[in-house]
Each structure stands twice: as C-alpha cells, then as structure tokens.
C-alpha cells in the first residue's frame, strides 16, 4: 500500500557553495599565441593538477576570486618547435618570463577579488571591513544566489545593480556569469535607463528579443533578459537583470521566480546592514559607558580634613550619564571653598562641558579670588569655549 503522504515532504539540504572560476582573461589567446611564437612553449591553464601531464613544465597555481586556486599554469613544448629554434639562453629567459607572467596573473586576481568584496560591502552602504570572513560570507551569498537565478532558469549571467544615495545611478555590486572586469566599470546613469526605471516603478520588464528592444537599454549585450525590481518595503534598492544568450519567452512562473529571488536579494542587503547597525549601537553603548564611568572617577574626590570638622559629598549614580559635579579647596588661610555646578542640555553635551567646567571651576578655586570673581571666570571660560548655548547652574562659596 502506497503512503499518499510520502512525497508531501521534501528536505533540500543546501550544500556549501565552493565556487570553481576559471582563468578570466579577455587576452589570454593572444597572450599564449604570441608566448609560443616567442619561446617556442605553449602556455595552459588547468582547474586540476591531476590533469597535468607528465612532460608540462609547471609554472604555480593563480588564485581565484574566493581564495583557493583557480588553476594551475604550466607549459608544454610545441609541437612546431625545435631545438634549435630556441636557443638555450632563449629557453631560459622564457620560462623566467612564464614564471613573472604567473606572479602578475595572482596579483591580478587577488585585486579582482579584493574589488569583489568591496563592491559587495558598498551594496550595503558601509566601508570595507578588517573582517574578510564576514565580507566573502556576505559576497558568497549574493553570488550564490544570482549563481542557482542563472541554473534554474538556464540562463547566461545575472547581476545586481543598487542606486546610489543620490538615486541617480545604478553601480553592479553583484554578478555571476559576467567578466569580473565589469566591476570597474563605471555606474550607470539612471537618465535614459528605461528597463530600470520601469522596474523601480514595480513591474518586471520581460524582452524577449532585446536587440529589436533596444530603446530599453539593457546594460549588457545579451539576446534575452529580465529586469526586476529589489525593493524593501520602504525604499527601493536597486534592480536584478537576468541575462540569456538565445531569444526566448519567459513564463509568468520565470517572472516570479525572478521576484522571488529579487526579494532575497534584499533581506539579504537589509540583513547585513541591520547588522551593521547593531554593531554601531553596540559601540556607542560602550563609549557611552566608558564616559560615564570616566566623569563618575573624576567625581570622587578625596575629602579635605580640617581640625574640627568633617567635610563629605555624595555622588547620585543614576544610571545616565550627568552633566553635574563638586570640588573644594582649602586655601592658605584655612578657608574652605566649595563648589557645586550642573549643566544643561542632552546627556553626553552636558557629560563632556560639566569636565570643561570643572577644570576651570578647579584652577579658579586656587587663585583663592571671591567667590565673585570665581563665578566671573568660570562663566567668562564657557563663554569662550562654546558657541553659546551651553548653560550651567553654579554654587560657589567659602567657609571661614
């Protein structure tokens, strides 16, 4: 007897993405054609090592954009050449150049995927991180995300395109299946970006032929593509292309899946930049913390002794920061002088002018002037110090 609920349930267990990119060189042809001519030595490039054969020169490995290696070089005596075609020094000074050729190759790539993270980290709005685990994580996921877009659908590429601050043009953070070497490219304008901006008003922009749509402006030369919108609730982000090579019709099920996929698109955006968020408050609660516990230190003062009388203050803790505090002094003629001020306006202000303050409140105290000409002062340094709208409520007096 068959179950009829046995199929009801299915658990995909979403395997770790390691991305395997090959060499991306747009002159890599001519690069080995003029090689061989010169040297007389084939240049390849080979994603296993075990595929390497026995009779190849091995030059090192090239990085690819995520660490790892992409690839290993190495090269291969042509067919065409003979010994005495090269000469021995010739040889030598080929494989030296090999070799520096395999030392820019990995320099180039790590810029590639220096340039990848930092894109990644600016769809988000925030500077470049010391964290690179947590920028490739973050860049993984875009990238896996716009990797399964162009598998499910069988397409060619996909890329991700947020809006700037000033919304007036669209810069690729994000892409799969494009040249890496689209990331310096410069933003496009949204002027005249008719795809997008039709898009960006909610509705998904379907060209099935796009080289007789051409007024659209599809930012790469594709036969076919999607534009969709990727939006949070409040704000628009930015807008997903989906790219194919051959014309073709898109069903109203591709459609949603393209939104579908533009949403995760922006829970991940969203995701990362609360978490940037939480970071920051977390920070300013510490500060917060480390400066009232800094301006509580400065409030214990140690208490003066005199013959006869006991001198002590207590300080509230009330949880805040406070822009209040007291000192006194004993002067040369066994007076006692004390002084008491609170300032006013939002915590942290009043945290930071109440230590101003303080100082001066402190130095004037040992000119042993009137309490007059005390309270002259300190108000002439907060004057000065400020733009004039700090207040303070001052007690100064002395005891004989």
């Given at each position: 007897?068959?179950?009829?609920?046995?199929?009801?349930?299915?658990?995909?267990?979403?395997?770790?993405?390691?991305p395997a990119t090959g060499l991306d060189l747009p002159a890599w042809h001519r690069l080995t054609d003029a090689y061989c001519?010169?040297?007389?030595?084939?240049?390849?490039?080979?994603?296993?090592?075990?595929?390497?054969?026995?009779?190849?020169?091995?030059?090192?490995?090239?990085?690819?954009?995520?660490?790892?290696?992409?690839?290993?070089?190495?090269?291969?005596?042509?067919?065409?050449?003979?010994?005495?075609?090269?000469?021995?020094?010739?040889?030598?000074?080929?494989?030296?150049?090999?070799?520096?050729?395999?030392?820019?190759?990995?320099?180039?790539?790590?810029?590639?995927?220096?340039?990848?993270?930092?894109?990644?980290?600016?769809?988000?709005?925030?500077?470049?991180?010391?964290?690179?685990?947590?920028?490739?994580?973050?860049?993984?996921?875009?990238?896996?995300?716009?990797?399964?877009?162009?598998?499910?659908?069988?397409?060619?590429?996909?890329?991700?395109?947020?809006?700037?601050?000033?919304?007036?043009?669209?810069?690729?953070?994000?892409?799969?299946?494009?040249?890496?070497?689209?990331?310096?490219?410069?933003?496009?304008?949204?002027?005249?970006?008719?795809?997008?901006?039709?898009?960006?008003?909610?509705?998904?922009?379907?060209?099935?032929?796009?080289?007789?749509?051409?007024?659209?402006?599809?930012?790469?030369?594709?036969?076919?593509?999607?534009?969709?919108?990727?939006?949070?609730?409040?704000?628009?982000?930015?807008?997903?292309?989906?790219?194919?090579?051959?014309?073709?019709?898109?069903?109203?099920?591709?459609?949603?899946?393209?939104?579908?996929?533009?949403?995760?698109?922006?829970?991940?955006?969203?995701?990362?930049?609360?978490?940037?968020?939480?970071?920051?408050?977390?920070?300013?609660?510490?500060?917060?913390?480390?400066?009232?516990?800094?301006?509580?230190?400065?409030?214990?003062?140690?208490?003066?002794?005199?013959?006869?009388?006991?001198?002590?203050?207590?300080?509230?803790?009330?949880?805040?920061?406070?822009?209040?505090?007291h000192c006194w002094r004993i002067d040369q003629q066994d007076r006692l002088w004390l002084a008491s001020a609170a300032m006013?306006?939002?915590?942290?202000?009043?945290?930071?002018?109440?230590?101003?303050?303080?100082?001066?409140?402190?130095a004037a105290l040992a000119s042993s002037i009137s309490a007059e000409q005390i309270l002259h002062t300190v108000n002439d340094?907060?004057?000065?110090?400020?733009?004039?709208?700090?207040?303070?409520?001052?007690?100064?007096?002395?005891?004989?």
């Open positions: 007897m068959v179950n009829p609920s046995a199929n009801q349930l299915r658990i995909h267990v979403e395997d770790p993405w390691t001519r010169l040297t007389g030595w084939q240049l390849q490039c080979s994603m296993d090592t075990e595929t390497v054969p026995p009779r190849a020169d091995g030059l090192g490995d090239i990085p690819e954009l995520f660490g790892g290696h992409a690839g290993h070089l190495y090269r291969i005596k042509s067919n065409s050449a003979t010994e005495s075609s090269v000469p021995a020094e010739g040889t030598e000074a080929g494989r030296d150049l090999a070799e520096a050729l395999v030392h820019v190759f990995g320099e180039l790539q790590e810029t590639r995927r220096t340039l990848q993270h930092r894109e990644a980290e600016l769809a988000t709005a925030i500077p470049v991180t010391s964290r690179g685990y947590d920028a490739a994580n973050f860049n993984h996921r875009l990238q896996a995300v716009l990797r399964g877009t162009v598998e499910i659908l069988k397409g060619s590429a996909a890329a991700l395109y947020l809006l700037d601050d000033a919304t007036s043009e669209l810069k690729l953070r994000a892409q799969w299946g494009l040249p890496s070497l689209r990331f310096l490219q410069p933003a496009r304008p949204l002027r005249g970006a008719v795809a997008d901006l039709e898009a960006l008003t909610g509705h998904a922009v379907v060209l099935q032929d796009a080289q007789l749509q051409s007024h659209w402006n599809v930012p790469e030369n594709y036969a076919s593509a999607v534009c969709i919108p990727v939006a949070s609730p409040e704000s628009l982000l930015g807008t997903l292309w989906f790219y194919a090579d051959e014309v073709r019709d898109y069903s109203d099920a591709d459609t949603q899946l393209l939104e579908i996929i533009a949403g995760r698109l922006a829970v991940e955006l969203e995701r990362r930049v609360l978490l940037q968020e939480a970071h920051r408050s977390t920070e300013d609660r510490e500060l917060a913390t480390q400066v009232e516990a800094w301006h509580q230190e400065r409030a214990l003062l140690t208490p003066p002794r005199i013959n006869g009388w006991q001198v002590a203050a207590t300080t509230v803790e009330s949880g805040r920061m406070r822009g209040d505090f006013a306006g939002p915590p942290v202000k009043c945290t930071l002018s109440a230590t101003l303050l303080q100082g001066a409140v402190q340094v907060l004057w000065a110090s400020s733009t004039g709208h700090d207040g303070a409520s001052m007690f100064c007096g002395a005891i004989e």
